[in-house]
């Protein structure tokens, strides 16, 4: 029907409508409900006058852009990008997309290659929710990280502490014993960058200071940058005569955690769950063996985590009311915020850039993978 003659029509049938009889209602009403397709409820108040018809556009259902075989390819990436978010997944896939792609890594045909580089991380999401199983987080070790914490009482000051530029660092032990503390079993040092979030691990073979001050050495010698501060916690394998002279003679500013507060140490804290925990678990290590293979596999996640594996970093905290509202930077490798920051050298950032080319993140992952398999395999839980 065209406009003129519909509204003709409905005018006629509430003329009708109004002066008939319960049971005549109930046959106009069945008429209008299979001319119009409409519900009977509204069809009703239609006739009544409650209502105005409106003339309602057919809604189709939108056509699936991202398909079975994207979530596929999607999971590709996410596996050698060991499971990350999906905002971190889109910033790893902007810079190394392209090369999975040629070097033959992803199983995806030209057309699902297309689409990925341009899904957001949104659709990521409700991809994943659709054609993933349903399961728990990935987690390959069973503790839960440790509170967030932040703020240092210096102990030894060459210069300010300046969290602005690179070089200024948190570091922490992480025990393996696997619930039983007694007896010798291997530690990890954690070392975290405040700036750049570049992060480097390295393995003892116990907690006492000789070992410890080795491992620092270790991991300040990957540092790409000059080391200019280090905080710690209280315990004894940091604060000693040993790391004082060290610090002393290097003037590197030394800062510990206030006795008794549980809100220091922030960042390193953090990354003990996500650089550490999350690879190697809370089994207990305490072979030769184990200390080797954990030392190779700090080795690879130096470079797999500080270059391939973006991050975010808070940069403000808004309160309102009893509300606080996070606000994050973009997400982005740690390399590339080295190469950034002004205060590196261009001699060192010319040696990231000739290492990052030799590097292929499939080939890191898989050997990852096979010393996590070794480690596990080896570990043991009281």
Known sequence: MKQSEEAKYLAALRKRYAKATKKERGKILDEYVKTTGYHRKHASAVLSGKRQRVKRPIRRPRRDLYTAEDARGLAQVSDIFDGINSKLLRAAMDNELEHLYQKGYLDI?????????????????????????????????????????????????WADWNEDRP????????????????????????????????????????????????????????????????????????????????????????????????????????????????????????????????????????????????????????????????????????????LASPHVSQRAKAKLRATYKQLDVVQLKRKIDRLIDKLWASGTRT
């Open 109 to 157: 045909r030209p057309e699902c290659y297309e689409r990925l580089k341009h899904i957001s991380p949104a659709t990521m999401d409700r991809l994943r929710a659709r054609h993933s199983p349903r399961r728990g987080a990935k987690r390959r070790g069973r503790t839960k990280p440790g509170t967030l914490l932040k703020s240092q009482i210096p102990v030894r000051t």
């Open 167 to 338: 070089g200024f660092t948190e570091m922490d032990l992480v025990a393996h014993d696997g619930g039983n503390p007694r007896g010798e079993h291997a530690w990890t040092l954690n070392f975290t960058d405040i700036k750049t979030g570049w992060t480097e691990s390295a393995a003892a073979r116990n907690k006492a200071q000789i070992h410890v001050f080795a491992a620092l050495r270790t991991v300040r010698g990957r540092l790409p940058f000059p080391l200019l501060g280090v905080d710690s916690d209280n315990g004894s394998e940091f604060i000693n005569d040993e790391l004082v002279r060290y610090c002393e003679q290097e003037h590197l500013t030394f800062t510990r955690s206030r006795q008794g507060h549980k809100n220091d140490g922030a960042h390193v804290e953090q990354k003990n769950w996500t650089t550490v925990r999350r690879f190697v678990g809370d089994l207990r290590y305490d072979t030769p063996e184990q200390l080797a293979w954990l030392n190779e596999l700090y080795e690879c996640l130096h470079l797999y985590l500080n270059f391939f594996v973006p991050v975010m970093k808070l940069k403000e905290k808004v309160r309102t009311g009893s509300k606080v509202k996070r606000v994050y930077d973009e997400p982005q490798t740690p390399y590339a915020r080295v």
